[in-house]
Each structure stands twice: as structure tokens, then as C-alpha cells.
């Protein structure tokens, strides 16, 4: 039988993935998932009159899951993504309560407003128009940031001390 080169030994059979190789690329879109969940549960804190720090926490702790169940283990770049997720859930769950408050202003349903421009023209226009509103809310923006990033830090903290140790 004579030698067949480099296709000796090999199926027809198309190539297989191999989930057990770290893949930072699908842990960051799994950790994705986080965000949505962290909006969500931002907006229903800041109608229930609390601050966002749980919601950060959940979305570290949702985030890091997430990324670890996509890539396989937790890395330095995990732990960096999963700043980031927080850090953007954060910020589009301050944006989405001002939304809210903006719909439940123009009455109804919020859920109701939630395709629609309204809100956001009413948004823009008090940002435009109404400079007491602009620097309370600037000053809600930072608190906000303040409490999330104090409701996230001991989740952050330790991924990167896991992260640290498996270099």
C-alpha cells in the first residue's frame, strides 16, 4: 500500500470543536448576555427608589459566570471584560431609569413607550432646556457610578485574583 502524505490516517468526517480549549472571544459574548439582565434590573430598582449597586453586583456576578462557562476558565482578559460589562450595564441602566421616568412622566403604561420617541424627545429636550434638571441628574449619573462600582468591586476583585493566579 502506498504511502498517501499528509492525508494518511485522516477521516472524511468534517473537523470537530473543541470546546475544551479557553476561548476569550466566546466567554465575551456569553458575558454579553449580562448587560440586558443588568438594565433591566436597574430600571426596576430605580422605580422601586433604590440605587444600582445590586444590579452591578448581579451583573459582575452574572458576567463572570457567563464568561467562564464560554471560555472555559477565568482569565486577565476575562476579568477585563467583565469590567466592562459592568461598566456599560451601569451606564445604560442609568440611561434606561431616566427613560423610565420619562415615560411614566407622559403617562400610562411605560412598557407602552418602549418603541417609541417620546421619551427620548422629552429626555432631550429637558437636557436642553432645564439646567437644574441637568446637574441633578448629572449628580444621580455619578452616584450611580459610585454605588455600582461599589456593588461590583468585590466580585472584580476576586476574578482578578483568580485570573492572577492561574498566569
Known amino acids: 500500500m502506498p504511502d498517501e502524505g499528509p492525508l494518511k490516517n485522516q477521516s472524511s468526517a468534517a473537523p470537530r470543536l473543541d470546546l475544551s480549549l479557553p476561548s476569550p472571544?466566546?466567554?465575551?459574548?456569553?458575558?454579553?448576555?449580562?448587560?440586558?439582565?443588568?438594565?433591566?434590573?436597574?430600571?426596576?430598582?430605580?422605580?422601586?427608589?433604590?440605587?444600582?449597586?445590586?444590579?452591578?453586583?448581579?451583573?459582575?456576578?452574572?458576567?463572570a459566570k457567563l464568561y467562564a462557562l464560554g471560555a472555559g476558565r477565568v482569565t486577565i482578559v476575562g476579568a477585563v471584560?467583565?469590567?466592562v460589562v459592568c461598566a456599560v450595564t451601569v451606564?445604560?441602566?442609568?440611561?434606561?431609569?431616566?427613560?423610565?421616568?420619562?415615560?411614566?412622566?407622559?403617562g400610562g403604561n411605560a412598557m407602552g413607550w418602549a418603541l417609541k420617541a417620546d421619551p427620548w424627545r422629552l429626555m432631550a429636550y429637558t437636557y436642553t432646556h432645564d439646567?437644574?434638571?441637568?446637574?441633578?441628574?448629572?449628580k444621580a449619573f455619578?452616584?450611580?457610578?459610585?454605588?455600582?462600582?461599589?456593588?461590583?468591586?468585590?466580585t472584580l476583585r476576586?476574578?482578578?485574583?483568580?485570573?492572577?493566579?492561574?498566569?
Do not use: K, N, T
Open 25 to 63: 472571544g466566546r466567554g465575551a459574548l456569553l458575558a454579553l448576555l449580562a448587560i440586558p439582565v443588568g438594565v433591566a434590573l436597574s430600571m426596576a430598582l430605580w422605580s422601586a427608589g433604590w440605587m444600582s449597586s445590586l444590579s452591578a453586583f448581579v451583573a459582575a456576578a452574572l458576567a
Open 81 to 83: 471584560v467583565v469590567s
Open 91 to 106: 451606564v445604560f441602566g442609568f440611561v434606561g431609569a431616566i427613560w423610565l421616568e420619562a415615560a411614566q412622566a407622559l
Open 131 to 138: 439646567s437644574g434638571f441637568y446637574d441633578s441628574v448629572f
Open 142 to 154: 455619578w452616584m450611580s457610578l459610585l454605588f455600582g462600582a461599589l456593588g461590583c468591586f468585590f
Open 158 to 167: 476576586r476574578l482578578f485574583q483568580v485570573a492572577r493566579g492561574m498566569r
